[in-house]
């Protein structure tokens, strides 16, 4: 849901933000291509006046009639009193102020007033002033008319954006979520048989011994073994679908600073110790911390070095790098084992999977190291990819940001 009005969020704003942006720039140029309008005629009677010094107010009242202007012409005499000579068919009362007749003898200025209008001045001997003014009125309201279209428009047009968005991501989402089922239906049957094939086991030589039908001591002793190790993968496997349903459950927040250069050290001399035979290079940068679980970033390296040990020959080269690129941390781990299968590389999400179904049996694990670490990745906000390794076996590169 959140995710939803996310989508939401973000449609109406760039929709309002490209309506207001094209609609506003559009309103905002023809409205000032009619002020050019009326500035034109205003300059037109000007200079009409101007053009006869010995005779300004007639020409001026001429230009009017030549060019069918319909403007006010007052006279403004040295006391200030405006004595008008002809009058707008929309009628506004001149501002005769000396600040706004100086203004506008060098350009048409503004004036926002009840009845808004554009006006120039001539300046006359004897401090008296030719004044011209135009009603703009009329694109005043043509302009609020435009604006509240402006709105309308814009109001349909974030109400379909969001409608489209909410459509397009039920949709995706119902997507997802069949492809989430079907992944973990797919999961959960691979759990069921592998939990079924040790249950039997464990059921026929509980069967044989309860009723005594193992009798000599060593093949006692070879069925107690063979129970123990089914227990062992039987726990193991649940302990994996229990970690995989708390990572998946995505409520694990509580993260603090983790020393992850020094953890990936301790880690690697403990894989070190248990496999003597293999040639392991390193480069870790040291004094990397992260805000992270402690407790699933050490699972989440646990379970890599185990997966190299129980899937590749004993001596198997192993490298492994770890460096800081800008805010993240970046973790390359390779080996010169088989690998996986070709199918299993460059996956969108490796969730609920199991990348060879034979490895359960094989090694005693549950085939889902590899769906855990990509699970521990996510939880972290990183990215994960696995590709073919330059040493013949498998490359996990992880990226994890440092905060």
């Known amino acids: 849901m959140n995710q939803r009005f996310r989508v939401a969020f973000f449609s109406l704003l760039i929709t309002t933000l490209v309506s207001l942006g094209i609609g506003g720039f559009a309103l905002q140029d023809s409205h000032n291509a009619a002020i050019r309008q009326v500035d034109s005629r205003l300059n037109f009677v000007i200079q009409t006046a101007l053009q006869n010094q010995s005779d300004l107010l007639n020409a001026a009242l001429f230009a009017l009639d030549a060019g069918r202007i319909d403007a006010s012409i007052v006279l403004v005499t040295p006391r200030g009193e ?7 068919s929309q009628r506004f009362d001149v501002d005769t102020s000396i600040k706004n007749i100086t203004s506008s003898v060098i350009r048409a200025i503004s004036i926002n007033s009840k009845n808004p209008y554009r006006m120039r001045s001539i300046p006359l001997p004897e401090e008296e002033f030719l004044v011209v003014a135009i009603s703009t009125a009329d694109l005043e309201s043509d302009w609020r008319e435009n604006i509240a279209r402006l709105l309308v428009f814009l109001f349909f047009a974030n109400s379909l954006a969001i409608a489209l968005s909410f459509l397009l991501l039920r ?35 509980s069967e044989l011994l309860g009723a005594h039908k193992i009798e000599t001591k060593q093949d006692q002793e070879k069925a107690f073994a063979r129970v123990d190790h089914e227990v062992k993968r039987m726990e193991s496997l649940i302990n994996d679908l229990l970690l995989s349903a708390e990572l998946n459950e995505a ?15 301790t880690h690697l001399r403990d894989f070190e110790i248990l496999s003597p035979d293999r040639t392991i290079e390193n480069f870790i940068e040291p004094g990397l911390q992260i805000k992270a679980s402690g407790d699933h970033i050490d699972r989440m390296i646990q379970n890599i070095f185990s997966n190299i040990r129980r899937h590749t020959p004993s001596i198997a080269p192993v490298s492994v790098q770890l460096k800081s690129k800008g805010k993240e941390v970046q973790l390359r781990i390779e080996d010169g084992g088989p690998g996986l299968p070709d199918d299993a590389y460059n996956k969108a999400s490796y969730e609920f999977e199991r990348f060879d179904r034979s490895r359960s049996r094989d090694s005693g694990g549950s085939g889902l190291g590899l769906s855990i670490i990509a699970a521990i990745v996510k939880e972290h906000s990183g990215s994960i990819s696995l590709s073919k390794s330059a040493l013949g076996g498998l490359a996990i590169y992880i990226q994890l940001p440092i905060k």
């Open 251 to 265: 409520t694990h927040l509580d993260f603090e600073s983790y020393d992850i250069s020094s953890e990936l050290r």
């Open 171 to 205: 949709n995706n989402s119902r997507k997802l979520e069949q492809q989430s089922l079907l992944r973990m239906q797919r999961f959960l049957s691979d759990a069921a048989h592998e939990l079924r094939t040790p249950l039997t086991v464990i059921k026929g030589y």
């Open 82 to 88: 405006p004595i008008s000579l002809t009058e707008a």
